[in-house]
Protein backbone atom coordinates (compact mmCIF):
# COMPACT_ATOMS: atom_id res chain seq x y z
CA UNK A 1 0.00 0.00 0.00
CA UNK A 2 1.25 3.34 -0.76
CA UNK A 3 1.95 6.16 1.15
CA UNK A 4 -1.30 8.14 -0.07
CA UNK A 5 -4.03 4.98 0.07
CA UNK A 6 -2.19 4.97 4.36
CA UNK A 7 -3.12 8.88 4.98
CA UNK A 8 -6.53 7.95 3.13
CA UNK A 9 -7.25 4.74 4.50
CA UNK A 10 -6.49 6.62 8.08
CA UNK A 11 -8.68 9.45 7.40
CA UNK A 12 -11.14 7.57 6.35
CA UNK A 13 -11.26 4.87 9.55
CA UNK A 14 -10.67 7.59 11.76
CA UNK A 15 -14.16 8.89 10.59
CA UNK A 16 -15.57 5.80 12.31
CA UNK A 17 -15.68 3.58 8.17
CA UNK A 18 -14.92 0.20 7.84
CA UNK A 19 -13.01 0.96 5.05
CA UNK A 20 -12.35 -2.88 4.44
CA UNK A 21 -16.41 -3.05 4.02
CA UNK A 22 -16.24 0.18 2.08
CA UNK A 23 -13.95 -0.87 -0.36
CA UNK A 24 -15.61 -4.47 -1.41
CA UNK A 25 -18.62 -2.09 -2.57
CA UNK A 26 -16.67 -0.09 -5.55
CA UNK A 27 -15.35 -3.23 -6.09
CA UNK A 28 -18.67 -4.87 -6.47
CA UNK A 29 -19.56 -1.72 -8.95
CA UNK A 30 -16.73 -1.76 -10.43
CA UNK A 31 -16.93 -5.48 -11.57
CA UNK A 32 -20.18 -5.34 -13.03
CA UNK A 33 -18.65 -2.35 -15.53
CA UNK A 34 -16.30 -4.82 -17.87
CA UNK A 35 -19.76 -6.51 -18.43
CA UNK A 36 -21.58 -3.59 -19.68
CA UNK A 37 -19.03 -2.42 -21.66
CA UNK A 38 -18.33 -5.30 -23.56
CA UNK A 39 -22.11 -5.68 -23.70
CA UNK A 40 -22.26 -2.30 -25.14
CA UNK A 41 -19.58 -2.99 -27.51
CA UNK A 42 -20.80 -6.12 -28.61
CA UNK A 43 -24.09 -4.23 -29.31
CA UNK A 44 -22.43 -1.77 -31.23
CA UNK A 45 -20.90 -4.11 -33.44
CA UNK A 46 -24.08 -5.51 -34.10
CA UNK A 47 -25.64 -2.27 -35.04
CA UNK A 48 -23.05 -0.99 -37.67
CA UNK A 49 -25.09 -0.39 -40.99
CA UNK A 50 -28.37 0.02 -39.48
CA UNK A 51 -29.87 3.76 -39.41
CA UNK A 52 -26.85 5.21 -41.15
CA UNK A 53 -24.97 4.74 -37.53
CA UNK A 54 -26.77 7.06 -35.49
CA UNK A 55 -28.22 4.40 -33.50
CA UNK A 56 -24.44 2.51 -33.19
CA UNK A 57 -23.60 6.09 -31.23
CA UNK A 58 -25.79 5.20 -28.59
CA UNK A 59 -24.13 2.27 -27.85
CA UNK A 60 -20.49 4.02 -28.39
CA UNK A 61 -21.41 6.41 -25.68
CA UNK A 62 -23.28 4.11 -23.54
CA UNK A 63 -19.73 1.83 -23.97
CA UNK A 64 -17.72 4.93 -23.11
CA UNK A 65 -19.73 5.81 -20.05
CA UNK A 66 -19.18 2.29 -18.91
CA UNK A 67 -15.36 2.20 -19.37
CA UNK A 68 -15.30 5.87 -17.50
CA UNK A 69 -17.12 4.45 -14.36
CA UNK A 70 -15.05 1.70 -14.23
CA UNK A 71 -11.85 3.59 -14.37
CA UNK A 72 -13.07 6.06 -11.70
CA UNK A 73 -14.08 3.39 -9.40
CA UNK A 74 -10.24 1.41 -9.75
CA UNK A 75 -8.84 5.10 -9.33
CA UNK A 76 -11.06 5.70 -5.73
CA UNK A 77 -10.53 1.41 -5.08
CA UNK A 78 -6.16 2.19 -5.25
CA UNK A 79 -7.31 5.26 -3.52
CA UNK A 80 -8.12 3.55 -0.23
CA UNK A 81 -5.23 0.88 -0.77
CA UNK A 82 -7.57 -1.92 -1.83
CA UNK A 83 -7.20 -3.75 -5.07
CA UNK A 84 -8.88 -6.19 -7.65
CA UNK A 85 -9.32 -9.52 -7.58
CA UNK A 86 -6.36 -11.13 -9.25
CA UNK A 87 -8.26 -12.58 -12.37
CA UNK A 88 -11.32 -11.61 -14.92
CA UNK A 89 -13.03 -14.63 -13.70
CA UNK A 90 -13.37 -14.01 -9.95
CA UNK A 91 -13.68 -10.34 -10.69
CA UNK A 92 -16.85 -10.78 -12.90
CA UNK A 93 -18.18 -13.53 -10.50
CA UNK A 94 -18.76 -10.46 -7.58
CA UNK A 95 -20.35 -8.70 -10.05
CA UNK A 96 -23.77 -10.18 -9.72
CA UNK A 97 -24.62 -9.30 -13.16
CA UNK A 98 -25.08 -11.82 -15.99
CA UNK A 99 -22.05 -12.32 -18.84
CA UNK A 100 -22.60 -10.78 -21.88
CA UNK A 101 -24.25 -12.32 -24.63
CA UNK A 102 -21.47 -12.65 -27.66
CA UNK A 103 -24.46 -12.70 -30.21
CA UNK A 104 -26.10 -9.63 -29.37
CA UNK A 105 -24.41 -8.06 -26.45
CA UNK A 106 -27.37 -8.27 -24.26
CA UNK A 107 -26.51 -10.11 -20.88
CA UNK A 108 -27.95 -13.69 -20.90
CA UNK A 109 -30.36 -14.01 -17.94
FE1 LIG B 1 -21.50 1.91 -15.67
Given at each position: MNRIAKVTRNVVEGAGVDVDHLIGLPVKNAAAEPTTFSSCTILRANL??????TITEVAETARIEDRNHFEALVHRIHELGGRLPGDMVTFHNVSGCPPASLSTGIPVS
Open positions: IGLDGE
